[in-house]
């Protein structure tokens, strides 16, 4: 079939689109006066940065419309990433680096007497998203472009995104993020671009003209789903893909019934209830909560972004037929994985096609990332709650799983207990829909995020499934950008890197093994280190500043910086702490090298023990830095709001990085890869990717400690009694007394008393059984730091083997294993 032929492209005026100093100085200005009514004289700081933002802006939606032209041609597949989160991080600072315009732009503002730093600060991240999962999210909308792999990202406009942190009398304290207060230059909102998505009422049967069998929803409720559109610029490429985000609101008069006999309250109230589905993210990480507002805000994306691509779709003139030639849909994690039955119901009850097909074309357009093997984080929905609010899914995922269990059956007959195992449905107590197991079902491709993930998801979570269909499992091991997280986090890393090593290493990361041999050069060394100071001095004076703690930057920065998780194990940092400290109080002479102790991290508002862990390290906090003894040999900093922004001064900053989950725990972790570009050496567990880190770093360059996944298990497995270790242990013994006797609690002995019991009698995370090897690691990295030069020969080392924890080949991995998109028409290098 022939494409629709295009117009020819309209061109943008050279004063949105030109890179000149003169251009954007002009830009800047019109659009200061002419978009935002300010005069420069009277113009706040927030206007200023409005101004700049949409003068970037104008560049880069020149190529947005180009992107969205090349799409509407005969292309090649679109990637729909559906997630709940996306984590973008500032955008202003990300997009002149993809142009290539940051020094222009610098000297134009320079020119009105501006500073572009100052004025970038201005900017309120989206923070839409928890962690890991979301930043990743943003790391792969930021690969795809730069690949220039036509994508879509699809989630949800949250009105209010992850909570702001401040610490109070050495609590968490949970503040409303209103990143929308004073708007958002970079969304376009598409006010026609609209989805209805219906909610709850019953099924009816019916035969329609040809004599077919049909089911209709009868809706209790609709809402209409507005799309935000965010460009998303690849780096020094003319694509630009859109992150498109949906917003709830009520259907204009669906209650009109109400309204017209008066009940004004009530049609009021339904639009406010309509809206609460995207008020706000929940700022749970891995624990899924079961809550009908949750499954409302997943179904409700989800529904919006399937019906947009069949829109799409067919705007293009394709058959729905052909639906999964042109998209791949990947579900990150199963919080969308509900797509499946929704992909069928719009496939059999909207456009008619038989069963059959519409099976067939869901399994070859979905693939499903799995994140997490925690069982508290895998999402069941009751069957009663499910059917409530979306009665047809819970039929098409019944129908799904009776013709699966057949499949089931027949290749392992008479295997009843494999059956119920693998049943998307869940009989044991009240019944629930396995959102796992639906997903695994309803997708072409299953992969973990990292090798050793991966290898256990086909052993424990989903071993059935992957016996079953072994040829379905792949891993693509996660990656970062290094765009975001070099060269916007750390521009004089990545200066001195291109001094050395020439332009294009930000888009093929590989290039930086060219720095190994530089690793042998004294001078390039003390470049290295002369970039590593200032970027401490710098997160010094935040930390002055925000924490009112002076920290000396030329003493050890030891970091850890990720959501505040018993099985990420910031305890066990805090027993070493506290094992050097009570070292220190006996011994003042003891030769510790300077060390100052980081800690970011924001904790679920209702995660009882992760509050308790963030009391105890501002106590140590407090305890420690205020001790003469101590010198100032050791300090501890509780850096409050770790986000993107934040992020951006931690990493760069950091010697040490604090990756020591509990083997098994941790899926990949993402924040272990943005530290070791920046060149900190990694303190760790054989957890996740740092498998595979130390693998390419080398083993020498790595602090290895702790049992591993398989010994995990086993110990488990014999029974495990972390009272013997403190038994055992005489340091442990000692530093858990202390804590146990309210000497960090002004005399309180209850206030960690919940915590010290749980390492005692349960640790279910064995931070007991490791702590032994833990600080034994640690002093061999106090010695290590000892020699400035071999310890930055690492650094360097580190830096230059991280080309495969590009997010870039993260991308890659997943058009050729997943979604089999072809990249040859990619420009490469
Ligand atoms: C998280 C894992 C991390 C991983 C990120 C991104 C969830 C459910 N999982 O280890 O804990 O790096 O996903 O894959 O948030």
Not at 38 to 50: M, V
Not at 250 to 271: I, L, M
Not at 453 to 474: A, I, M
Not at 707 to 728: F, I, N, Q, S, W
Request: charged share 25%; hydrophobic share 45%; with cysteine.
């Amino acid at each position: 079939m022939t494409e629709p032929a295009l117009p020819a492209a309209p061109t943008v005026s050279s004063l949105r689109r030109g890179m000149t100093v003169a251009d954007l100085k002009q830009s800047f200005i019109d659009n200061l006066v002419c978009t935002l009514g300010r005069g420069p004289k009277l113009a706040t700081p927030h206007d200023l940065y409005a101004a700049l933002a949409l003068t970037v802006r104008d560049r880069v939606l020149d190529r947005g419309v180009q992107t969205v032209r090349e799409l509407a041609g005969p292309s090649a597949r679109i990637v729909a990433y559906l997630s709940a989160e996306f984590l973008p991080g500032p955008h202003l600072m990300n997009n002149l680096v993809n142009l290539g315009i940051v020094e222009p732009m610098r000297q134009a503002l320079a020119e009105l007497e501006l500073d572009l730093d100052r004025l970038a600060e201005e900017e309120e991240e989206p923070g839409l998203g928890n962690g890991g999962l979301g930043r990743l999210a943003s790391c792969y909308m930021d690969s795809m472009a730069s690949l220039d792999v036509p994508a879509l990202g699809y989630g949800i406009r949250y009105e209010f995104g992850i909570f702001d942190q401040a610490i109070k009398d050495g609590w968490q304290a949970e503040i409303t993020d209103k990143w929308l207060r004073n708007g958002n230059p970079w969304e376009i909102p598409r006010p026609e671009v609209t989805c209805e998505v219906m909610f709850g009422g019953h099924t009816e049967k019916w035969y329609d003209d040809h004599g077919r069998f049909r089911v209709r929803w009868v809706p209790r409720d609709v809402v209409k789903g507005v799309a935000y559109d965010t460009p998303i610029l690849g780096y020094r490429v003319c694509t630009c893909n859109t992150l498109r985000l949906w917003k709830a609101e009520a259907v204009e008069s669906f209650d009109f019934e109400a309204f017209n006999h008066g009940d004004y309250y009530r049609a009021v109230e339904d639009k406010m209830v309509s809206e609460n589905i995207t008020k706000v993210l929940y700022p749970n990480d891995e624990i899924a909560q079961g809550k009908i507002l949750r499954l409302q805000q997943q179904f409700f994306f989800v529904s919006c972004s399937l019906q947009d691509m069949v829109r799409l779709h067919l705007l293009l003139g394709r058959p729905l037929a052909r639906f999964h030639d042109t998209w791949a849909v990947q579900l990150n994690d199963t919080h969308p994985a509900i797509a499946v039955a929704e992909l069928v119901r719009l496939l059999v009850d909207e456009h008619a096609l038989p069963w059959a097909d519409a099976w067939a074309i869901t399994q070859q357009t979905l693939g499903y990332t799995n994140h997490t093997l925690l069982p508290e984080a895998l999402e069941k929905w009751s069957v009663e709650l499910l059917g409530g609010l979306l009665p047809r899914h819970l039929e098409i995922i019944y129908e799904i799983n009776r013709r699966f269990l057949e499949e089931v059956r027949a290749r392992f007959p008479g295997d009843e207990a494999r059956a119920g195992r693998m049943s998307i449905i869940d009989e044991a107590g009240e019944r629930t829909v396995r959102m796992a197991h639906l997903a695994a079902v309803g997708c072409h491709t299953v992969n973990g995020v990292a090798a050793l993930h991966s290898r256990l998801l086909t052993e424990t979570v989903l071993r059935d499934f992957f016996e079953l269909w072994p040829d379905k499992f792949v891993n693509v091991t996660n990656g970062v950008t290094p765009r975001r997280f070099v060269a916007v986090s750390n521009p004089p890393l990545a200066r001195l890197i291109t001094e050395r090593v020439g332009e294009g290493w930000l888009k093929d990361l590989a290039r930086l093994r060219r720095l190994e041999p530089l690793a042998d050069d004294p001078e390039f060394r003390r470049q290295w280190r002369g970039v590593k100071l200032s970027a401490k001095r710098a997160l010094a004076t935040l930390i002055a500043e925000r924490v009112g703690v002076a920290v000396d930057p030329s003493a050890l920065f030891d970091v850890q910086a990720k959501r505040l998780h018993e099985y990420k194990r910031q305890h066990l940092n805090v027993l070493h702490i506290l094992s050097l400290y009570l070292r220190l109080k006996r011994d003042p002479a003891a030769d510790i090298p300077p060390r100052v102790f980081v800690f970011g991290a924001k904790a679920a508002p209702g995660y009882f023990m992760a509050k308790r862990i963030i009391r105890l390290i501002t106590a140590t906090a407090e305890a420690v830095n205020g001790d003469a003894d101590v010198h100032g040999r050791l300090k501890v900093v509780f850096f409050p709001d770790f986000n993107v922004k934040n992020a951006q001064h931690v990493y760069p900053a950091a010697d040490l990085s604090e990756q020591i989950s509990t083997a098994g725990k941790e899926a990949s972790g993402t924040g272990n890869m943005k530290f070791a570009m920046n060149g900190a050496l990694t303190i760790g567990t054989l957890d996740g990717a740092n498998v595979e880190i130390r693998d390419e770093v080398g083993p020498e360059n790595f602090f290895l400690f702790g049992l591993t996944a398989g010994e995990a298990a086993e110990l488990r497995a014999r029974g495990y009694r972390p009272r013997d270790v403190y038994e055992r242990n005489a340091d442990l013994r000692e530093v858990l007394d202390y804590i146990g006797s309210g000497a960090l609690a002004r005399g309180d002995t209850q206030l960690f008393k919940p915590l010290v019991d749980n390492l005692l009698w349960s640790d279910p995370f064995l931070v007991l059984a490791d702590f032994e090897a833990y600080v034994g690691c640690q002093a061999k990295v106090s010695e290590a730091w000892r020699d400035a030069e071999a310890w930055t020969r690492m650094s360097i080392l580190n830096a230059a083997r991280m080309g495969r924890f590009s997010s870039d080949r993260s991308i890659r991995d997943y058009c050729a294993r997943v979604w089999n998109v072809d990249l040859a028409r990619a420009p490469q290098e």
